[in-house]
């Protein structure tokens, strides 16, 4: 619940910026001499920067996939990345419907602008917030690492240097017999990472048969001298490439939109039930 309302929470923040932005750069273009007067009537404007910040928000699900692993500059190219494709969405739905002369072209320089020093200036400091808290044990995610050899080493050395990621490796199994596995499936940690090499798929294939009840998602870290395994996710934990063997698909906005799916379902069956009783 605490990570879903703290998605809400981003997701407000993620649609809200944009929509600053815009407002701000209408503000600048009433007060600017330059060019064509902006019209009286800015409902067209007003539309166009609320239907921007609800793109930015749709296609911004993967710039909160993870907080805690990439770098302030992997976080600002994403973001950038993302704010620049909802920006060229925008310029071809104008070009296409013919209503590009409508709207001021200094205006929407000034949105592109201040959208996205907005953007980068609330990741930046959210980033550092973050870093902060987690050094200080707030929003820690319990990991249990599964394998030995220098990767596994490599992987709790990296963990130790880098507390602002919010982890912490609380066991560590060498190997896993069944026992431990059916413990794990039935009190999952916050994740679960797996170190060995793609050498022994077998041991990787019998550990993922046993933890199948397991909700908790499961990494692997492997010999990446000799990585080929194409149709899955990649996560970067302080610095360690790892394979996402089984996470949830949700992510970011699709998670919160799940929620509210599961939630107003639930309402209706209920409503259902008690109308017939």
Not at 197 to 223: M, T, V, W
């Amino acid at each position: 619940r605490r990570h879903t309302r703290y998605i809400s929470v981003t997701g407000v923040q993620t649609c809200a910026l944009p929509i600053l932005g815009g407002l701000v750069a209408l503000e600048l273009r009433a007060f600017s001499a330059i060019g064509i007067q902006l019209p009286h009537d800015l409902r067209g404007y007003y539309s166009l920067i609320l239907t921007g910040g609800l793109l930015f928000l749709l296609l911004s699900s993967e710039a909160h996939r993870s907080w805690r692993a990439p770098t302030v500059g992997a976080i600002l190219l994403r973001v950038g990345s993302i704010w620049s494709l909802t920006i060229g969405a925008l310029l071809v739905w104008l070009f296409i419907s013919k209503a590009s002369e409508s709207y001021s072209r200094l205006w929407f320089v000034y949105w592109t602008l201040f959208g996205l020093i907005l953007l980068w200036v609330e990741r930046g400091i959210t980033h550092r917030l973050l870093r902060r808290f987690r050094k200080t044990a707030l929003h820690l995610k319990r990991v249990v690492l599964i394998g030995s050899g220098a990767s596994a080493n490599l992987i709790q050395s990296r963990i130790l240097e880098a507390e602002w990621t919010g982890y912490r490796i609380i066991e560590t199994y060498p190997d896993a017999d069944v026992a431990s596995l059916e413990r794990l499936s039935r009190q999952p940690p916050d994740e679960i990472w797996l170190s060995f090499p793609l050498s022994e798929s077998e041991k990787i294939q019998g550990i993922l048969f046993g933890l199948r009840h397991c909700a908790a998602p499961i990494r692997l870290s492997p010999d990446w001298l000799t990585f080929r395994l194409i149709n899955h996710g990649i996560s970067d934990v302080a610095g360690i490439p790892m394979i996402d063997l089984s996470t949830s698909p949700l992510t970011g906005t699709s998670q919160v939109v799940k929620f509210l799916e599961d939630k107003i379902l639930a309402l209706l069956i209920l409503d259902r039930k008690s109308t017939r009783l």
